[in-house]
């Protein structure tokens, strides 16, 4: 014979049931009827501000390849951390953001911290959101989000849950259901784009940052190697899907329309898997592809391939796509494997002080990173030197914002790390921050400290904002305010929050230092003074 339960304990139940034992939040008083009598088997992720939290779930369901729970405050709480929302959402990471709300009594008369449209606050960055009716729906509204979050294409969704429903009578046990994950192309039309790809006479295949999220790594490896043919990344891509110093790859997409077609020029067939088509960022007019050339897109989201501007589409599974293609397309005995990215590399390691340019910054560093380091990045303006120097030759460690806006590489380290631990991977997350960047989300250095995350925090500490600096060249708008970043202690700031830190005025103080990071329990800031210089946005 049952005895009746509570919406708390069914709840808490399903998220078991569910392994959603990990909760990442910053508490307030509208959440504490669902923190109570918090479990011993479940973790509690503290983080100071709401943005760093929800990045820092981000970053845990990135490595762990599971949805993640976020609990936030209210609207305040919800509007804080709307940035790295858009980040997750973008990057089709699955997350359940939960926020409290005011008690169903006193909603009508809109009280203090009331959310009076809480499902309507964070869309369209979320795949659902919802508040339930009842407080009996509650643990059923938490089994819906967990299938909307985790069904392809994954991404997060949103559960505004009353104070008061927490502690109300359940209607029994949470029903417990499983989803399909993948979904399979269609055959027929799979079959019609290996034709075509057979076809081709000098086809190009760009694979997107969907391949390596799908642990499709290898099979993209074997496709690209048996049709013989150019890898490009997708511009500014969240993931990385082929290892950077491969003979085929020929490096990222440039950002432009024109700058896009410029490159495409000479191949016939562009065969564009798991990436937008194509990823635009400043508007430099041109075709959208040059005459001659056409193109197949395979992609896991229907917004993707709805939106694209040119192209057939195909949608499907990246890893069941790659495989049945290898299987299905015939290439050409006499077809001859195109040259790759040249990277030539001075052997003779950089020997200088302060302030560094940043290519001396990745090659010093380049000797002693280790082979199976993660990568965050989020300095975007020395973008071009970490592939240079740090090409990422293994699946799932080069992580990336997948909004475009800063802030969301620090927390999302941390969170890396602690899904790295959870999952009993040891490795070193090395996160290349700007300057500017680091300022949104410092507090989430705190989070490293308390759970002695074994990050390296590398702050190029150029003093401005380079990347609008090469937009307002750009787009011809000279004299903009707020592009200089004068009197930053970071290092300073960086102790406060309890991090080991360390400034280097030279390479060898670099090198250095960087041993003494990866022997540190816990992280370290590493600041470093360097030269200012404008990225190419072509």
Known sequence: MSTATTVHEVTYDLLRALGLTTVFGNPGSTE??????????????LGLQEASVLAMADGYAQSTGRPALVNLHTAAGTGN????????YRANTP?????????????????????????????????????????????????RAYAVATQPPAGPVFLSIPLDDWNKPALGPAVVRSVSTRVQPDAERLRAFAARISQAERPLLVLGPEVDRAGAWDAGITFAEKLRASVRGSGLSDRC??????????????????????????????IVIGAQVFRYYPFVAGEYLPAGTEVLHITGDPHLAATAPVGDSLLGDMGTVLEQLADLVEVPNDRLSPAGLRRDLDPDLPAATAP????????????VKPDDAAVVMESTSTLADLITWWPTRRPGSF????????????????GIALGDRARGVKRTIVASIGDGSFQYSIQAIWTAAQHKLPIVFVVQRNGEYAVLKSFALLEKTPAVPGMDLPGLDIASL?????????????????????????????????????????????
């Open 32 to 45: 504490q009827t669902f923190l109570q009598d918090f479990p011993d088997d479940f973790t509690y992720v």
């Open 81 to 88: 951390a709307m940035g790295s929302l858009v980040a997750a």
């Open 95 to 143: 997350l359940i953001v939960t926020a409290g709300q005011q008690t169903r009594e006193m909603s009508l008369c809109d009280p203090y911290l009331n959310n009076p449209d809480a499902a309507l606050m964070p869309q369209p960055w979320v795949k659902w959101a919802y508040e339930p009716v009842r407080a009996e729906d509650v643990p059923a509204a938490f089994m």
């Open 241 to 270: 899907s082929f290892p950077e110093d491969h003979p085929l790859y020929g490096g990222p997409l440039p950002l432009t329309i024109a700058g896009v077609s410029d490159a495409l020029s000479g191949f016939d067939l562009v």
């Open 356 to 367: 560094l340019a940043p290519g001396d910054v990745y090659a010093a560093l380049s000797t």
């Open 399 to 414: 992580f990336a914002t997948g909004s475009g806006g800063i802030g969301w590489g620090v927390p999302a380290a941390v």
């Open 494 to 538: 960086a102790t406060g929050y309890g991090c080991r830190t360390a400034t280097a005025g030279s390479t060898d103080d670099l090198v250095r230092e960087f041993k003494a990071a990866l022997a540190a329990e816990g992280p370290t800031v590493l600041v470093v003074p360097t030269q200012p210089r404008l990225p190419f946005l072509g």
